[in-house]
């Protein structure tokens, strides 16, 4: 039994714990560490622009210390865009999000912000930075996003998620006919938002073409039980073929 499908965990969570309080504990680059100590095929990071989860200076910080491959997802601000070119990850993942918005709740429209998102992402190709691009299971925006010039998408599994527990074949439905397509015009795929330890299994096993997975909340709480070592484990368990 192999995994294809990375898991990039977020850790987002790590720093949120440690703000709580102001001094340095948990440690998120050593929690960092330990991830991938753990099995953690890659660390996600998405700093927001009031730095209340994940600090510019953590992104900073990590990029050091990390060995597998490091993901900073957010918002394409200049100062967004300033950070990923100093610190130069593997990927970078482009979200629509609001300053203001709690998480990530949409993908983008790659029709309407085209030329902005074309204009972004050759700034990070020229840097040789994967590009991703955060969209909803819809087929149009997934052929759009080709013409965006990115290599990845990332699938915004919210709705997966929702349904999945009462039907998980309508939830997935959707799902399938987006990695089709992404599939037919040669876009790698990544998926993540409210993925669980009841819920990924059945989407990889439906999503054979996707290439990473990045779950944070459900992942950090789990941790609560489980212990980060274990936890980190049985979601390897679930991305196995
Ligand atoms: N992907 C993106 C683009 C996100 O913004 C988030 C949340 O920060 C995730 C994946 C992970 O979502 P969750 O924390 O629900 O696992």
Redesign the pocket.
């Known amino acids: 039994m192999v995994n294809t499908c990375k898991l990039s965990v977020?850790i987002?969570?790590i720093a949120t714990l440690r703000n709580a309080r102001g001094e340095n504990m948990p440690d998120v680059v050593q929690t960092a560490i330990d991830c991938e100590r753990f099995g953690a095929q890659g660390i996600?990071v998405?700093p927001r622009p009031d730095e209340r989860h994940i600090r510019y200076q953590d992104v900073i910080d990590l990029k050091p210390v990390i060995t597998t491959e490091f993901n900073i997802?957010g918002y394409p601000s200049d100062k967004f865009i300033d950070l990923v070119l100093r610190v130069k990850p593997h990927q970078v993942?482009l979200?629509p999000?609001p300053p203001e918005a709690i998480?990530?709740n949409a993908g983008w429209n790659t029709i309407k912000h085209a030329s902005f998102l074309k204009e972004i992402i050759d700034i990070f190709k020229r840097e040789n930075i994967r590009t991703s691009i955060?969209v909803e299971a819809d087929p149009i925006m997934v052929e759009h996003a080709l013409e965006c010039g990115t290599q990845r998408i990332?699938l915004?599994t919210?709705s997966y998620a929702s349904t999945y527990p009462s039907n998980p074949e309508l939830a997935i439905k959707d799902f399938i006919i987006a990695a089709q397509k992404a599939e037919e015009i040669g876009l790698e795929l990544n998926a993540?938002?409210?993925?669980?330890l009841e819920n990924l299994a059945y989407f990889y096993a439906n999503i054979p073409n996707l290439k990473e997975v990045?779950?944070?909340?459900?992942?950090i709480c789990d941790a609560l039980y489980y212990g980060l070592e274990n936890t980190i484990q049985m979601y390897l368990q679930q991305l196995k073929k």
């Open positions: 977020n987002n969570k996600t998405h997802e993942t979200v999000d998480t990530s955060f990332e915004y919210k993540g938002h409210d993925l669980n990045s779950i944070g909340h459900a992942l």
